[in-house]
């Protein structure tokens, strides 16, 4: 996608496309010679994996869609009628649904990858920056189709997050209502739910493009988190990566089978089985896993409009990582003090996921939870907002190799 | 030349503004029907009212109904839980406005600005929070510590008049517009 291309058609067809509409070229370039560094490890087939699951996403959702009634007084039965009626319809939503979390485990990984590496840092802001809208985008399309069952967690789910915009002062109840074309969430909701649904998986695909062209501009960061020196720092991308992440991908797909054919409704919710009745709320609240720190940060604060702030914030902060990192070292290889502050901010996003799963009065070894909510909520901002500019000052980071082909070869 | 060539800018610039003005206005016009199509549509518009039948519900008792897709409390109260909300100093509240669609915006959220008569409640059950239905005390399980309703999303606690006093909920539970049309009746909406 940049730099000189290395492509040399050969047949006459290869020829007569190339001045006309260079496809071959540009699929030569960047997915065959592509100059990768050779010391990507395991963190980096995540890339791929994220988008097969978009694919997995796209086909299993068509159809679907095929069999699925965007109508309140249909939609909940229609689902039933795919679970039992079509054929393999259990198969297709069983794949659709379990792959929505393995999508979401496969990008939590992946970012976390990238904050390790300091892959966001120079000159690879624009990915990160458009890793995060597809993150944003992803978690409003796992949304909208969360309320598509129709169950009383859809239902309950919708309400609640719909309800995030009534906290903005003035214009919020009308911004609600807006959304839900009515005066409550409602069949006009689920309509255009679906509609919304169906529309973004492929503005994410779009949005993946513009990440990828990015990414293949400076090229891949590494492990090491220093530049290619020269040739010999890469291999091709293909056989190398292909094979590798190809490798990779199958284990992931058995891991994904296994939830698939062994315990499909391990990430569902019971409350899901039961069609949404907008008289009674279920006794307990609960988004999706991949949702959960952030509802504990929502809980934690017991300000509506700040509550909703602080949510939003935790997820428009990642964008400005790039700056709020002032190291000038990449890899958290070499930054001993931001190593451990990186490990700890990991166990901070798994503590404050457990406190948002919990009831809000949980007590833990006679603890309340909101409380471990609070510090947790305060380490995630000061993670990013006070130790992150700071620690890039004051930390004295180990020396680095002077090439990606030295520590290997141990010149 | 230079004269004309400055003129020539000016009528340029005139025609870059004055096109560059008329493309916005064209593009808001476009853009509104676009948004505003997905605001509530005149069905959903059309104000529905339920009358709710009084004379089954016992003293200490409450009963959701549906009104406007949401749920509706009709509490009846007790003496006690009477005493109790009007005892309440409204300067302490949280939320001190009555919340009660049927007087002005600014009315004190005092325990006969919350009910038409003293032994009726009548609230939207839609928690001020984020929108969840809260769930009603009964004299043999109290919810939270005010005896009214506790929401158990986010923990919002609500008093005997349906006041807020705990948690996250900004605002009383909202009274919608009703009139009672005999002692055993009432129109809502
Ligand atoms: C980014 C990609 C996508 C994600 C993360 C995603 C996520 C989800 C989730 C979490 C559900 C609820 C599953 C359940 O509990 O039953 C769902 C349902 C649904 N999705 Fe998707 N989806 C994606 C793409 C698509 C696409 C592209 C389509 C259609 C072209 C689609 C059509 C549907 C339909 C019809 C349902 C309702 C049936 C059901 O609940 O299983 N989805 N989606
Ligand atoms: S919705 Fe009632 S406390 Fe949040």
Redesign the interface.
């Known amino acids: 996608m940049s730099g000189p291309s290395t492509y040399n058609p050969k047949s006459g067809i290869e020829k007569w496309l190339d001045t006309r509409l260079p496809l071959p070229r540009l699929l030569h370039d960047t997915m065959n010679t592509f100059p990768t560094p050779k010391n990507l490890n395991f963190w980096y087939v995540f890339g791929g994996i994220l988008t097969f699951c978009l694919a997995v996403q796209i086909v299993t959702g068509i159809v679907l869609a095929m069999h699925y009634k965007p109508d309140a007084a249909l939609a909940f039965g229609s689902v039933e009628k795919i679970m039992r009626e079509v054929n393999y319809g259990w198969l297709i939503r069983y794949v659709h649904a379990n792959g929505a979390s393995m999508f979401f485990l496969a990008v939590y990984i992946h970012m976390f990858r990238g904050l390790y590496y300091g892959s966001y840092k120079a000159p690879r802001e624009l990915i990160w920056i458009i890793g995060v809208l597809i993150y944003l985008l992803m978690t409003a399309t796992a949304f909208f189709g969360y309320v598509l069952p129709w169950g009383q967690m859809s239902f ?1 789910g919708a ?6 915009f ?1 906290a903005i002062p003035l214009v919020g109840t009308h911004i609600s ?8 969430v ?1 069949d ?1 909701t689920l309509n ?1 739910f679906f509609s919304l649904h169906y529309l973004l998986p492929f503005v994410i695909a779009a949005v993946v493009g513009l990440h990828i062209w990015a990414l293949h501009v400076p090229g891949n960061n590494n492990p090491l988190g220093i530049d290619v020196k020269s040739p010999q720092d890469t291999v091709p991308f293909h056989p190398y990566y292909t094979i590798k992440d190809g490798f990779y991908l199958v284990l992931f797909v058995i891991f994904f089978s296994l939830f698939v054919f062994y315990a499909p409704e391990f990430f569902g919710n019971a409350d899901n089985a039961i069609e949404a009745n ?4 279920p ?3 609960v988004p999706e896993w991949y949702l959960l720190p952030f509802y504990a940060i ?2 934690s ?5 700040l ?1 909703v702030i602080a949510l939003g914030a935790a997820i428009l902060v990642l964008a400005f990582i790039p700056w709020l990192d002032t190291s000038r070292v990449r890899s958290c290889r070499f930054r001993p003090t931001m190593k451990w502050l990186f490990w700890f901010f990991v166990v901070d996003c798994l503590i404050l996921g457990y406190c948002g799963s919990q ?3 949980a007590v833990l070894a006679g603890i309340p939870l909101v409380l471990v909510a609070r510090f947790g909520t305060a380490y995630y901002f000061g993670f990013f907002i006070l130790l992150m500019p700071l620690v890039g000052l004051f930390e004295t980071p180990k020396p680095l190799p002077a090439s990606i082909s030295q520590p290997v070869l141990g010149e | 030349m230079t004269a004309a060539t400055a003129d020539d800018a000016t009528r340029r610039d005139f025609l870059y503004v004055a096109s560059g003005a008329m493309g916005g206005v064209a593009v808001a016009a476009v853009a509104w029907p676009l ?1 505003d199509q ?4 005149t069905a ?1 518009l059309a104000l529905s009212s339920v009358e709710v039948p009084l004379d089954s519900i016992q003293v200490g008792q409450g009963i ?1 109904v ?1 009104w ?4 509706l409390f009709v509490r009846r109260r007790t003496p006690e839980e009477i005493a109790k909300a009007r005892a309440v100093d409204v300067a302490s509240l949280p939320d001190p406005l009555a919340n009660n669609d049927s007087l002005p915006e600014n009315a004190p959220a005092t325990d006969a600005n919350r009910t038409t008569k003293p032994e009726w409640l009548v609230l939207k ?2 928690c001020t ?5 809260p769930t009603i005390s009964t004299p043999t399980d109290v919810q939270g510590e005010y005896g009214g309703w506790l ?5 919002s606690q609500y008093d005997t008049a349906g006041r807020i006093r705990k ?4 605002r009383n539970l909202e009274v919608p517009p009703y009139a009672f049309l005999s002692d055993t009746r009432i129109k809502v909406g």
């Open positions: 309950w309400t609640v997050i719909t309800n995030f009534s209502t807006w959304l839900w074309g009515d005066f409550a409602g006009a255009r907008p008289l009674v709320t006794p307990e609240i929502l809980r604060i017991p300000n509506k409009l509550g009831p809000v009065d | 948004i997905m605001n509530p549509s959903a959701t549906k406007r897709g949401q749920p059950g839609v929070h984020l929108g969840c239905t929401c158990h999303c986010h923990g948690g996250p909920a900004p």
